[in-house]
């Protein structure tokens, strides 16, 4: 009887020590879910998207968000929804690689990549839009 009281207690204390932790906010999502992500195409010509990369101030580094290489004709919009890794709550900036038509070569595409960056940071929450416009 004694036994069986001490296994109740012990459940009842590992099952309310576990609610704690399990809702505490150490350990809430460190991924930004459901972020918009908008490239404007306005530079005059079609472009093909390479690379988006966000900024993590907290490790101080650019970290890829692998995109297929997309095609986007002039006066166009690219978007997409994405989830964005380590950046929850943190105030990050995004920024596009890309490619444009070179006549030099038969139909293909630059060598040069162009970058831009968004402006101004955002902190990043579930919903938070990030718009390029390309010029």
């Known amino acids: 009887m004694m036994l069986r009281k001490i296994a109740s207690v012990s459940i009842l204390a590992f099952s309310a020590s576990t609610?704690?932790?399990?809702?505490?906010?150490?350990?809430?999502?460190?991924h930004c879910k459901d972020v918009y992500l908008?490239?404007?195409n306005n530079t005059g010509n079609e472009i093909k998207v390479i690379d988006l990369d966000y900024y993590d101030p907290a490790y101080?580094?650019?970290?890829?968000?692998?995109?297929?290489n997309e095609v986007i004709p002039n006066n166009?919009?690219?978007q997409?929804?994405?989830?964005?890794?380590?950046?929850?709550?943190?105030n990050i900036r995004i920024r596009v690689e890309?490619?444009?038509?070179?006549s030099d070569r038969m139909g293909g595409w630059s060598r040069e990549v162009f970058t831009k960056e968004s402006?101004?940071?955002q902190i990043c929450s579930p919903g938070?839009?990030?718009?390029?416009t390309l010029t």
Do not use: G
């Open 19 to 30: 609610s704690l932790l399990l809702s505490s906010p150490a350990l809430a999502s460190r």
């Open 38 to 40: 908008k490239v404007i």
């Open 60 to 68: 101080q580094k650019w970290r890829s968000e692998p995109v297929p």
């Open 76 to 78: 166009q919009v690219w």
């Open 80 to 90: 997409e929804t994405r989830r964005l890794e380590n950046v929850n709550q943190k």
């Open 98 to 102: 890309y490619r444009i038509p070179d």
């Open 119 to 121: 402006s101004p940071r």
């Open 128 to 132: 938070t839009i990030y718009e390029i």
